[in-house]
């Protein structure tokens, strides 16, 4: 057997470079699936966190028509209330809200010296309620007695944390308004036009939005 016929036989150098190609694509097949998985992810907590917080406000009487109230009732009341936060910061998805607090509008009657008085009150909530607060996030283990000659029955439930909710002390102003020279009033983001106002009571109409 001649010496070249014992020689090992080596690769080719077109299957190098076919090795070569193969671990340089399968790195780039793993680094498509981390970018791939990551804008999935991005994708779905993109809107969660995107959601902007928005207040909300909204009253107990028509809009756009005469109203009349007695000296010491309420004119309208302003409720208002704001996304509630997820756990990103963004606003829950269901649409879910928490309070934040009213503002009310009272007539008074008319002072000496002609003018029609009202009293303004406005009450601010302030809360750390998160959609983690109504959905709980806390746990606890329950067991359940057995009923007759059974095991008794055990499980883990979800319960919430309580949220810190606080109503600040009201802020209150009464005022008179001289009606030669305005009729409007501003309440949150409401106008009232105040139409007429006697010691017997005033009519007035909500016109909206200011």
Same mark, same amino acid.
Request: with cysteine; glycine share 8%; aromatic share 4%.
């Given at each position: 057997m001649s010496p070249d016929s014992q020689r090992l036989p080596r690769c080719a150098p077109s299957r190098k470079l076919a090795i070569l190609l193969s671990k340089h694509n399968a790195g780039r097949h793993r680094v498509f699936r981390v970018l791939a998985t990551t #804008? @999935?992810?991005l994708s @779905?907590?993109?809107p969660l966190v995107a959601a902007p917080i928005k207040a909300e406000t909204s009253v107990d009487r028509p809009l756009a028509t005469e109203l009349f109230v007695s000296v010491g009732d309420v004119m309208l009341k302003v409720e208002v209330r704001e996304s509630l936060p997820n756990a990103f910061g963004g606003a829950d998805i269901f649409g879910r809200t928490r309070d934040r607090g009213f503002s009310d509008l009272?007539? +008074?009657g008319v002072d000496p010296t002609g003018y029609p008085v009202f009293r303004r009150r406005d009450v601010d909530i302030i809360t750390n309620e #998160?959609? +983690?607060s109504r959905s709980g996030t806390g746990s606890a283990v329950v067991t359940v007695p057995p009923a007759n000659s059974g095991l008794p029955i055990t499980g883990?439930?979800?319960?919430?944390h309580a949220p810190s909710i606080q109503a600040l002390p009201p802020d209150t102003v009464e005022f008179g308004l001289d009606l030669s020279k305005s009729r409007v009033l501003t309440i949150r983001d409401r106008t009232v036009e105040i139409i007429d106002a006697s010691g017997a009571g005033v009519r007035y109409r909500i016109l909206g939005g200011s």
């Amino acid at each position: 057997m001649s010496p070249d016929s014992q020689r090992l036989p080596r690769c080719a150098p077109s299957r190098k470079l076919a090795i070569l190609l193969s671990k340089h694509n399968a790195g780039r097949h793993r680094v498509f699936r981390v970018l791939a998985t990551t #804008t @999935l992810v991005l994708s @779905l907590i993109g809107p969660l966190v995107a959601a902007p917080i928005k207040a909300e406000t909204s009253v107990d009487r028509p809009l756009a028509t005469e109203l009349f109230v007695s000296v010491g009732d309420v004119m309208l009341k302003v409720e208002v209330r704001e996304s509630l936060p997820n756990a990103f910061g963004g606003a829950d998805i269901f649409g879910r809200t928490r309070d934040r607090g009213f503002s009310d509008l009272r007539y +008074m009657g008319v002072d000496p010296t002609g003018y029609p008085v009202f009293r303004r009150r406005d009450v601010d909530i302030i809360t750390n309620e #998160t959609t +983690m607060s109504r959905s709980g996030t806390g746990s606890a283990v329950v067991t359940v007695p057995p009923a007759n000659s059974g095991l008794p029955i055990t499980g883990i439930i979800s319960r919430p944390h309580a949220p810190s909710i606080q109503a600040l002390p009201p802020d209150t102003v009464e005022f008179g308004l001289d009606l030669s020279k305005s009729r409007v009033l501003t309440i949150r983001d409401r106008t009232v036009e105040i139409i007429d106002a006697s010691g017997a009571g005033v009519r007035y109409r909500i016109l909206g939005g200011s």
